[in-house]
């Protein structure tokens, strides 16, 4: 470990954030967040909010509500411009606390802040579009357009594995478009949602339009999808959680975007270039300890090229270096906590009765690693498609490489699966890649490269179970947090009506 521990005793204690003011919890008790590299470092006491500091959270946003939709949408984006240039001033800090919290290494934990600040800026711009329609009207003095208007206050549910990247993803758009939010964050990364929140009040965001409340998704979270006062939220996170508030939120038809799972793949061609997809799906299998929604969990190769990748994949992979995520020979952090752990050591044994473990498939508890949360990065080898370790969502540093025969089973294998986030095809052959490009069911495809890296401004999310049709990022990603409008004003004199006056008979 390059720095001490921080006892419990030590660490300090942080607060929730609501109407503007850093309060404590009405329980007055806390929970702790623990640096999964070394569970002996504590990184601090976070209030365990309830159901009745969660209303006094919405009630905040409610209030702060009316001034805030009034206020013109470019001098909100200029608070989010304030906010993404402060994120930039403390882009090293942000990434140094984001490791020490979650343990992805330093320069991924960088990449996170910088998404943040990317999408701060691309919606800070929306406050200057924010397009709808002009049209003409069907009537003769008479004018159409559609404009776009605001929830209300946004319920933001996220995940704790891109801790900076996925709150800005969905309280950037929330904010700019004129709503107020309540923002609860995983229990795992409390301290990276505080810091986010701390700069938020520092950028100008006026009071009551932030709400910060840290707790169980039992207490906090089950408050805010149940409330009537809540028409929106944004959540990502497990499948069984999210159909739990689509299920919750749908009784009170609610605005639901839902980010879940994934079981991305990755798909070798014979004609590929093995080198390149090797160091594609190293870097989307174990990058993020493989906790990323977009991981490639598994790989699917055409059987000619198929041993040939597995003992290129296994000579890399053996190499990795496991270890604390600010140590720059760092390649792989740990998994976020004792849960994970036993999770994948549990689908590793289930891997060794399906197929074949090239690589890996144990817990790493050696030295410098005894009080971390680590396991090694795992291979498995001749999976069949239908496989439980192909089939279910393990969000770990397993990998499970599939052979088959030729493009159409390929097509097969990289669509069987009830998730459909992000592909990717490695090909020399340019209409096999757009090929894929039409043919794979999911909301991202790449062409040789992995299946992780998407950029802001492009929509984000899935097809079937890896959400609800919703998508985060890009231009698109207002229309979760906005109502269409249809305007009409006649400037006639005298009743116009539509369908009938226009045509007669
Ligand atoms: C996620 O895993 O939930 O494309 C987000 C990527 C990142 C975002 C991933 N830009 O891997």
Redesign the pocket.
Known sequence: MPVEPVSAAAAPVFKLFIGGEWVASRSGRTFESLNPADRRDVVGHFQAGTAGDTAMAIGAAQAAFPAWRNTPAPRRGEILYAFGALMGQHKERLAQAMTREMGKVIAEARGDVQ?GIDIAYLMAGEGRRMFGDTTPSELPDKWAMSIRQPLGVAGIIT?W??PM??PCWKMMPALVTGNTVVFKPASDTPHCATLLVELMQQAGFPAGTVNLVTGSGAEVGDTIVDSPDVPVISF?GSSVTGKGIAAKGGQRLKRLSL?LGGKNAVAVMRDADLDLAVDGILWSAFGTTGQ????CSRVVVDRPVADALVAKLKARAEKMRLGYGLDATTDVGPLINGAAVAKVAEYVEIGKGEARLVCGGSIAADGDLANGSFFEPTIFSNVAPMARIAQEEIFGPVLSVIPVDGYDEVVKAVNGTRYGLSSSIFTENVNTAFRAMRDFETGIVYVNAGT???ETHLP?GGWKETGNGHREAGHVAIDTFTEWKAVYIDFSGRLQRAQIDNQPG
């Open positions: 998404e995940p594995n891109f990247a996925i990502t980010e990323r929604c977009t991981a992780i890296g998407a984000f």
